[in-house]
């Protein structure tokens, strides 16, 4: 490592302030920005020089100082640069090419099986993103990538392990594979934690204590908290899925256990025991379908999974205590039925103090939720302060 002096490690934690400041998109002037940094006014120029050349701010008209000259002010240049966010789904996959405000510019999908394997949907994912960022400008516009797998991801390494669903991806290095083919940093998350990064974006922006939990094949939470997206020591936290609840005790779970809330109020758990009723029904949005056409014992099987899902979100609820609990996924779309099931158990079982304020909703964002989470995930890492100072030293 070269030489650093005292002062230039002062300067270099002020400087990677000095664009976080910006990031809140309202226009500054340079003696602010020197004001709000403690660096002189030259740092601050020249610094503000390079992330305008970075095209990740932009002059934006002048302020007028009591008695003296206007100065220049500059803000967040959002549409300065791009991100892609990727969902790959069971069945699906989407890209979407977004700018630094997360806004989605342009989004393609296609109907692809996971279970093809890592290079089909990378290869897809690959193509169609050089041709989402060539449509709208240079190859070097793009900052990174964030993908949301069907699976569990380790974070540290971005490689799903052991995902139940997609055969030849285990422990398949996603991030090495696609950031060879775009040439940017690429993040890789489970569906559930991007859906909550996405929910949060779209419908509860002010909120940091938010846990959403997807219902659908299987049962998965991903938690917010602190302003910041948990994933635990290796990624997995918020599987809320193989929690043991005791009145399934002899259901068999996909993962081998008995128990799991999973096996009991996931959709082809209700499906099943819907079957063995004499319903026909197959998958979870069979099954929404039905609740939906006011089908009785769809409704009431629904409801007495949100039931089972209450009493597991009511350790959440004291270990954490969330603002919002937002549930999302094909069976929560089955109408409020497994909300209000949910609901029953959570307000009759918490401490008041922590449902005082809480709301435990239905997901607002619907399809967009995976991408915009994805789109975001990329874009904190891109704006991180790791990031821009990697950035503004290959810039020097
Ligand atoms: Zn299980």
Redesign the pocket.
């Known amino acids: 490592m070269a030489d650093v002096t005292r002062d230039d490690a002062v300067s270099e934690q002020a400087g990677k302030d000095l664009f976080q400041i910006l990031r809140d998109g309202s226009p500054r002037t340079r003696s602010e920005l020197a004001g709000l940094t403690g660096l002189a006014r030259s740092t601050v120029a020249a610094r503000v020089d390079s992330l305008v050349r970075l095209g990740l701010v932009k002059p934006v008209g002048t302020a007028v100082s009591t008695g003296g000259r206007p100065s220049s002010q500059f803000a967040l240049n959002s549409s300065g640069r791009v991100v892609l966010g990727v969902d790959v789904g069971a069945s699906h996959a989407r890209i979407a090419l977004a700018d630094l405000s997360g806004r989605i510019l342009e989004q393609r999908s296609v109907s692809l099986a996971v279970a093809e394997g890592p290079a089909a949907v990378l290869g897809w994912v690959a193509e169609e993103g050089r041709a989402l960022v060539a449509e709208r400008g240079s190859s070097d516009d793009l900052l990174a990538v964030g993908v949301g797998l069907p699976g569990p991801v380790e974070h540290s390494t971005g490689k799903p392990i052991d995902p139940p669903i997609m055969p030849g991806w285990d422990r398949y290095d996603v991030p090495g594979h696609l950031s060879a083919e775009l040439g940017v940093p690429v993040l890789v998350d489970n569906d559930v934690n991007i859906m909550a990064l996405g929910e949060r974006e779209i419908a509860w922006p002010d909120v940091d204590h938010l846990v959403f939990v997807k219902v659908a094949t299987g049962i998965g939470a991903g938690v917010i908290s602190g302003g910041r997206l948990q994933r635990g020591a290796q990624g997995i936290a918020g599987d809320i899925?193989?929690v043991f609840v005791h009145s399934g005790k002899d259901a068999l779970?996909?993962?081998?256990?008995r128990g799991?809330l999973?096996?009991i109020a996931a959709g082809p758990a209700v499906a099943a025991g819907l079957r063995d009723a004499g319903v026909e029904v197959e998958t979870s949005q069979d099954v929404a379908e039905l609740v939906r056409a006011g089908n009785i014992p769809a409704i009431q099987a629904v409801r007495e999974a949100g039931r089972l899902i209450g009493e597991v979100l009511t350790t959440c609820v004291s270990l954490i205590n969330p603002e919002v609990i937002v549930l999302g996924g094909s069976l929560a779309h089955a109408g409020d039925h497994l909300l209000a099931g949910a609901r029953e158990v959570v307000y009759a079982r918490s401490m008041p103090l922590a449902t005082s304020n809480l709301q435990i909703t239905q997901s607002r964002s619907g399809a967009n939720a995976a991408i915009e989470g994805a789109s975001m995930l990329a874009i904190h890492h891109a704006l991180s302060p790791a990031r821009i100072e990697a950035m503004l030293g290959e810039e020097r």
């Open positions: 899925g193989h779970c996909r993962c081998g256990n799991c999973e096996a």
